[in-house]
């Protein structure tokens, strides 16, 4: 069965560092996301991407964020000075077409010190 | 803010059905209904979805109430392996469609 792969599984870094997070969607996927869980709290959306623009982005995704598909294969979210605050599990979600299910990947971790 | 609201937790013995509620007496017409899970930290689990009929497939079964404003997921025979937190989502147009978690509820199957 397809699925979304990400990497890295667990990125520890220093704190304003820039940080790339990489996911593989499944293969015929159009619509792409990446939502975020801080430990303990819920799984938040962060932004939506499509036909290789951001269709929707929430407060949480601010200038520090960015994402992009530089090859039509990766799709990546880049932190570009990380804070503490960003410690969290990120999972990349990516949906064969608009209103369809979208399925998440198994997550990176990133710890943030 | 999600548009769902579900029990914290739950217990349920090994082997008996599972019965999670969610209410969503917000619900739109045009939106779906949708029911992750997230084993530990992993990446949330597509189960199933719906918008007004009943719906079964291999892991679960859906009811929605005939006004919408409620559903519940069923898992005909919990397994350990069932032990999970579920998420209840509707799922919002907003021009693209966006799934808003809640805090879901914490299933545990007991042995």
């Known amino acids: 069965e397809p699925e979304v792969t990400q990497t890295p599984s667990h990125q520890v870094t220093q704190m304003g560092q820039e940080v790339i997070l990489r996911c593989v969607p499944i293969?015929?996927?159009?619509?792409f996301y990446w939502y975020r869980q801080i430990l303990g709290q819920k799984v938040e959306f962060l932004v939506s991407?499509?036909?290789?623009?951001?269709?929707?982005k929430s407060e949480i995704f601010d200038d520090q964020f960015s994402v992009e598909r530089p090859d039509g294969s990766n799709f990546t979210l880049k932190i570009r000075s990380t804070k503490l605050e960003d410690s969290a599990m990120y999972f990349c979600?990516?949906?064969?077409?608009?209103?369809?299910?979208?399925?998440f990947g198994e997550g990176s971790w990133l710890t943030v010190v | 803010d999600a548009k769902t609201t579900q029990p914290p937790s739950m217990d349920c013995a090994e082997g008996r059905a599972a019965n999670l509620p969610c209410n969503h007496s917000t619900i739109s017409g045009n939106e779906y209904v949708y029911w992750y899970r997230q084993i530990h930290s992993q990446g949330p689990q597509y189960i199933i979805h719906g918008l007004k009929n009943n719906e079964t497939n291999e892991m679960a079964s859906l009811i929605i109430t005939e006004d919408r404003k409620s559903s519940t997921l069923i898992l005909p025979h919990a397994t350990l392996r069932d032990t999970a937190v579920y998420y209840c989502i509707v799922r919002v147009d907003s021009g693209t469609y966006k799934y808003i978690f809640g805090t879901g509820t914490r299933l545990k199957v007991l042995a």
């Open positions: 991407f499509y036909n290789n623009e951001i269709s929707e």
């Open positions: 293969s015929n996927h159009l619509y």
């Open positions: 979600a990516s949906e064969r077409d608009s209103g369809n299910t979208i399925y």
